[in-house]
């Protein structure tokens, strides 16, 4: 069992940068990967980042990629989001999820955190 909980969400202005935080409860945060996903209002949850186990790899959606890095402290149990150059586009709550596979998909992910509003105003 693994309880996850999002911090570092907040109001931003295009451009700006933030700081995802993704802390787990649970002994065996190091044997999962690792998934950010997001859901901005009337859309369906998406994909942002993922990272395998340890940590030698990690896959962005289009969207993201060269702007976000996901990466993960397994001594601390805890995995990061950084957002650098954030468009309004990019406002949506953001939920992280621990699963088997660095995957896509949110239905490969087994547990996941009550979210983080991220607010990028223009």
């Known amino acids: 069992q693994v309880q996850l909980v999002e911090s570092g969400g907040g109001l931003v202005q295009a451009g700006g940068s933030l700081r995802l935080s993704c802390a787990a409860s649970?002994?065996?945060?190091?044997?999962?990967?690792m998934g950010w996903f997001r859901q901005a209002p009337g859309k369906e949850r998406e994909f942002v980042a993922a990272?395998?186990?340890?940590?030698?790899?990690?896959r962005y959606a289009d969207s993201v990629k060269g702007r976000f890095t996901i990466s993960r402290d397994n001594a601390k149990n805890t995995v990061y989001l950084q957002m650098n150059s954030l468009k309004p586009e990019d406002t949506a709550v953001y939920y992280c999820?621990?699963?088997?596979?660095?995957?896509?998909?949110?239905?490969?992910?087994?547990?996941w955190g009550q979210g983080t509003q991220v607010t990028v105003s223009s």
């Open positions: 649970g002994r065996t945060f190091s044997s999962y990967a």
């Open positions: 999820a621990a699963g088997f596979a660095a995957s896509y998909y949110n239905e490969r992910y087994d547990y």
């Open positions: 990272i395998r186990w340890s940590g030698s790899s990690t």
